[in-house]
């Protein structure tokens, strides 16, 4: 396959991926309404990495499966699924507490943290543009959390959470694409998940003495359909390209996620569009954009001053 066509197979399995992460995040939003956070995180992802990783182990349908080394094994477990959950609990309990647009749009924000995580401030233009980007994007995050500085409606621990997932996200895409130079990125998706499960089970049954659980078709169906389309397809889908991609470029397509999951939210939750949201995403959008942007090459300026 050329770079093009290989190119345009990653872009067009990374926007699926965010449609469907649109959907997941509607369905986790109902969840966690009534569900504990950490176990709804948990079990999903434990699931969903064990299906992955059975698919993997025992068919070729996603590639050659390689034997981990203890190290390997060793990184895994700290650098993926240690990482991974530390997210997912900060993601379901920012779904729990605050919008889940708020939360999709603190994580259309996590590309402009791997940009300034892949280079450190520096006297050129590209340097400039990575920073203002990032001013940009502060700024966006900054127009969501003042309601919760100013008024007693908008929960300020749920909008911190929602930070925090998005700094947690763009960690974990950092640290897979350090062991993606070791192992297939889907062997990557597949162990990261299961053991994030295994890492979030004691805390996940502790919810559950604690908080009950609710029994039924319709909670276990949305779970079901979550760790499907919202973990076995993305993920897989998701580590393969940052095999492939810089993280920051894969990132990209996260600013896409506040539209899908607004959109999901929207037509299944009725949770409504508002004004400070519309200007976050404004700026965040344009600090992604800039971010990603060489204006050097495009105006010919030199690199450096």
Same mark, same amino acid.
């Given at each position: 396959?050329?770079?093009?066509?290989n190119?345009?197979?990653?872009?067009?399995g990374?926007?699926?991926v965010v449609?469907?992460?649109?959907?997941?995040?509607?369905?986790?939003?109902w969840?966690?309404?009534?569900w504990?956070?950490?176990?709804?995180?948990?079990t999903?992802?434990?699931?969903?990495?064990?299906?992955?990783?059975?698919?993997?182990?025992f068919t070729?349908?996603?590639?050659?499966?390689?034997p981990?080394?203890?190290?390997?094994?060793?990184?895994l477990?700290?650098?993926?699924?240690?990482?991974?959950?530390?997210?997912?609990?900060?993601?379901?309990?920012?779904?729990?507490?605050?919008?889940?647009?708020?939360?999709?749009?603190?994580?259309?924000?996590?590309?402009?943290?791997?940009?300034l995580?892949?280079?450190g401030?520096?006297?050129?233009?590209?340097?400039?543009?990575?920073?203002?980007?990032?001013?940009?994007a502060?700024?966006?995050?900054?127009?969501?959390?003042?309601?919760?500085?100013?008024?007693?409606?908008?929960?300020?621990?749920?909008?911190?959470?929602a930070?925090a997932?998005?700094?947690l996200?763009?960690?974990?895409?950092?640290?897979?694409r350090?062991l993606?130079?070791?192992?297939p990125?889907v062997?990557?998706?597949?162990?990261?998940?299961?053991?994030?499960?295994?890492?979030?089970?004691?805390?996940?049954?502790v919810?559950?003495?604690?908080?009950?659980?609710?029994?039924?078709?319709?909670?276990?169906g949305?779970?079901?359909?979550?760790?499907v389309?919202g973990?076995? /397809?993305?993920?897989?889908l998701?580590?393969?390209?940052?095999?492939h991609?810089? *993280?920051?470029?894969?990132?990209?397509?996260?600013?896409?996620?506040?539209?899908? *999951? *607004?959109?999901?939210?929207?037509? *299944?939750l009725?949770?409504?569009?508002?004004?400070t949201?519309?200007?976050a995403?404004?700026?965040?959008?344009?600090? /992604?954009?800039?971010?990603?942007?060489?204006?050097?090459?495009?105006?010919r300026?030199?690199?450096?001053?």
């Amino acid at each position: 396959m050329s770079d093009k066509k290989n190119n345009s197979a990653i872009g067009g399995g990374l926007l699926l991926v965010v449609v469907l992460w649109g959907g997941n995040n509607a369905g986790t939003k109902w969840l966690v309404g009534s569900w504990p956070p950490i176990w709804t995180g948990g079990t999903r992802f434990l699931v969903a990495g064990i299906i992955l990783f059975a698919v993997l182990r025992f068919t070729r349908w996603l590639g050659e499966y390689q034997p981990l080394t203890p190290p390997l094994r060793r990184a895994l477990w700290l650098r993926g699924g240690l990482s991974l959950a530390a997210y997912i609990v900060a993601f379901c309990w920012a779904l729990h507490l605050t919008a889940a647009s708020h939360v999709a749009l603190y994580l259309g924000a996590s590309p402009i943290w791997a940009l300034l995580w892949e280079e450190g401030p520096r006297r050129n233009w590209a340097s400039v543009r990575r920073y203002g980007a990032a001013l940009l994007a502060v700024s966006g995050v900054l127009v969501l959390f003042w309601p919760a500085l100013t008024t007693a409606r908008t929960n300020l621990a749920g909008e911190f959470c929602a930070l925090a997932s998005s700094l947690l996200w763009a960690n974990y895409n950092h640290q897979s694409r350090i062991l993606s130079a070791h192992i297939p990125g889907v062997q990557i998706a597949a162990n990261a998940m299961w053991m994030s499960g295994v890492w979030l089970l004691p805390f996940g049954l502790v919810e559950i003495g604690w908080h009950g659980l609710v029994m039924d078709a319709r909670h276990f169906g949305v779970q079901s359909l979550c760790i499907v389309f919202g973990g076995v /397809v993305p993920y897989a889908l998701w580590n393969s390209a940052l095999r492939h991609w810089r *993280t920051s470029r894969v990132m990209l397509f996260n600013n896409f996620i506040p539209l899908t *999951t *607004t959109l999901w939210v929207y037509l *299944t939750l009725g949770e409504p569009i508002t004004p400070t949201f519309c200007a976050a995403m404004a700026l965040i959008v344009m600090g /992604v954009a800039i971010g990603q942007m060489d204006w050097a090459k495009i105006f010919r300026m030199p690199e450096s001053f």
